[in-house]
């Protein structure tokens, strides 16, 4: 149990407080979708464009794979990571799982702009974000073993509300 790992949805905060978390602890940290941008040589956008959502989904699972030694990480995670079972047990193995969550309409008004998330880059935003919001709920929730509301906090506190929730020191 020597890693944090963080899931949660896009625009939940994983990659500003997981390296703030890291800092923090005195971790290392990793994000799974820059490790594949720098595999593939290519944002994560031209990886699904070009090579597909089956194709990222499987190196997302790759990926975690090549984790499976590290220790004293802090570990952000892309979005769709708890899609698959293996990934999820995987995950649960590394380390405490962490679910940074927010309200629907936090999410919506942080990912308005975004251009980076191929998912969202639909006419409708809004309604995508809910759609796949639901269809994840029940993953995020299986694969968590702490969870933590992001909206409307500021990023010190939200660090904070992790440290103080983990069961051991883990300075
Ligand atoms: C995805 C989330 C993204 C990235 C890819 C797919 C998802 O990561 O992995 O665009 O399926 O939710 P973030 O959660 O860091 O935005």
Do not use: H
Not at 101 to 109: D, F, H, K, L, N
Not at 154 to 159: G, L, N
């Amino acid at each position: 149990m020597s890693n944090i790992i963080l899931i949660g949805f896009m625009g939940t905060g994983k990659t500003e407080i997981g390296r703030r978390l890291s800092d923090f602890l005195d971790y290392s940290f990793i994000d799974t979708d820059s490790i594949m941008e720098n595999v593939e040589g290519m944002s994560i956008s031209a990886i699904f464009k070009e090579k597909g959502e089956p194709y990222f989904r499987n190196l997302e699972t790759e990926t975690i794979k090549t984790l499976s030694d590290y220790s004293k990480f802090v570990i952000s995670t892309g979005g769709g990571i708890v899609l698959k079972e293996e990934n999820i047990f995987m995950l649960k193995k590394l380390g405490y799982v962490i679910l940074l969550y927010a309200t629907p309409e936090v999410i919506v008004s942080r990912l308005r702009f975004a251009t980076d998330r191929p998912l969202l880059q639909v006419e409708d935003k809004e309604m995508k974000i809910k759609e796949i919001l639901a269809q994840r709920d029940s993953f995020y929730n299986k694969a968590a073993d702490f969870k933590i509301d992001t909206s409307n906090k500021t990023p010190e506190d939200i660090v904070k509300e992790i440290v103080n929730l983990l069961p051991i020191p883990m300075k």
